[in-house]
Nanobody, 125 residues
Framework: QVQLVESGGGLVQAGGSLRLSCAAS????????MGWFRQAPGKEREFAAC????????YYQDSVKGRVTISSDNAKNTVYLQMNSLKPEDTAVYSC??????????????????WGQGTQVTVSS
């Protein structure tokens, strides 16, 4: 059973940075697609970024492109989301997710079978 545990959230001022981590266990191979999603209060879950675990070009949602970098560390079984130039509208619970195989629609939450509990990111103005 794949388990995902996020960490690294917190309170930061606008313009600041945070690095979120997603520690994965129970993986049976490296053939997974990993995604980061976020959900603000009263809003639907929104895609942020995704990457194939063994590398390959990452994919970003337009609103975070240029400010966010997704990466993976196979040795640590961890996926990261580096977020810079944070804005108050980035405030949300950020969750990582895993999909078996290489998803062609990694921006869709329906592609992912495994989800972490999430970590809160709050950006103050």
């Amino acid at each position: 059973q794949v388990q995902l545990v996020e960490s690294g959230g917190g309170l930061v001022q606008a313009g600041g940075s945070l690095r979120l981590s997603c520690a994965a266990s129970g993986l049976t191979s490296w053939k997974y697609t990993m995604g980061w999603f976020r959900q603000a209060p009263g809003k639907e879950r929104e895609f942020a970024a995704c990457i194939r675990w063994n590398g390959g070009a990452p994919y970003y949602q337009d609103s975070v492109k240029g400010r966010v970098t997704i990466s993976s560390d196979n040795a640590k079984n961890t996926v990261y989301l580096q977020m810079n130039s944070l804005k108050p509208e980035d405030t949300a619970v950020y969750s990582c997710a895993a999909a078996s195989g290489y998803s062609a629609r990694c921006g869709s939450p329906a592609e992912y079978a495994y989800w972490g509990q999430g970590t809160q990111v709050t950006v103050s103005s």
